[in-house]
């Protein structure tokens, strides 16, 4: 079956600090990859997203993920973590072989220290 | 440009009650979700809506939940009768037409079923 994994369902990291929040996918065709943030009481926002193309792919608040296919990977990273990004990260897959699906992981908490 | 609107944002029922979900999405977006997020776990999607069209709706749980989206605009998505395992956030999300286009998320109904 079609699923998305996520390491970790709580990371924390001090402010200035390497953010690294893992996603790995499963699926035989290359789907869709997006990451999701959500806040406290709100619905979620895209940060990014990847589809084809470049495998590098930059977003907003300064996020970035690579799309590496021979390890079935979207990891999420940040070079320098601000206490602003205190939420819960969700990867999600769009696949599109038939209908297409989204299916999202089941999120990682970033709690970031001062 | 106005974002996807939810109404109620909180709502407490006893079980076997019913209850109903309101969502606006952006203007213009052909494709509407709407997904179930329990504590702890990522958004599940209960039913896609292409239009006034349902594309999916596999794991939408047909014997007590059901959704409509008249003319193609507003949806509604009903629990009848409700069960503990309800108690959930419920999103409501539009893009506009397209694999791979960017999912605007409403801020979600929080329902408790006592």
């Known amino acids: 079956a079609q699923s998305v994994t996520q390491l970790g369902s709580h990371v924390s990291v001090s402010e200035g600090a390497l953010v690294l929040l893992r996603c790995n996918y499963s699926s035989s065709v290359p789907p869709y990859l997006f990451w999701y943030v959500q806040y406290p009481n709100q619905g979620l926002q895209l940060l990014l997203k990847?589809?084809?193309?470049?495998?590098l792919v930059k977003g907003i608040n300064g996020f970035e993920a690579e799309f590496k296919k021979s390890e079935t990977s979207f990891h999420l990273t940040k070079p320098s973590a601000h206490m602003s990004d205190a939420a819960e990260y969700f990867c999600?897959?769009?696949?599109?072989?038939?209908?297409?699906?989204?299916?999202f992981g089941t999120g990682t908490r970033l709690k970031v220290l001062a | 440009e106005a974002g996807v609107a939810q109404s109620p944002r909180y709502k407490i029922i006893e079980k076997r009650q019913s209850v109903a979900f309101w969502c606006n999405p952006i203007?213009?977006?052909?494709?509407l979700y709407w997904y179930q997020q329990i504590l702890g776990q990522g958004p599940k999607l209960l039913i896609q809506?292409?239009?006034?069209?349902?594309?999916?709706d596999s794991q939408l749980p047909k014997d007590r939940f059901s959704a409509e989206r008249l003319k193609g605009v507003d949806s509604t998505l009903k629990i009848q009768p409700a069960k503990l395992e309800d108690s959930a956030v419920y999103l409501c999300?539009?893009?506009?037409?397209?694999?791979?286009?960017?999912?605007?998320f409403g801020p979600g109904t929080r329902l408790t079923v006592l």
């Open positions: 809506f292409q239009n006034n069209g349902v594309v999916d």
């Open positions: 999300a539009s893009s506009s037409a397209g694999a791979g286009n960017e999912q605007f």
């Open positions: 203007s213009g977006h052909a494709t």
């Open positions: 999600a897959t769009l696949f599109t072989s038939g209908t297409y699906k989204y299916i």
């Open positions: 990847y589809t084809t193309g470049a495998t």
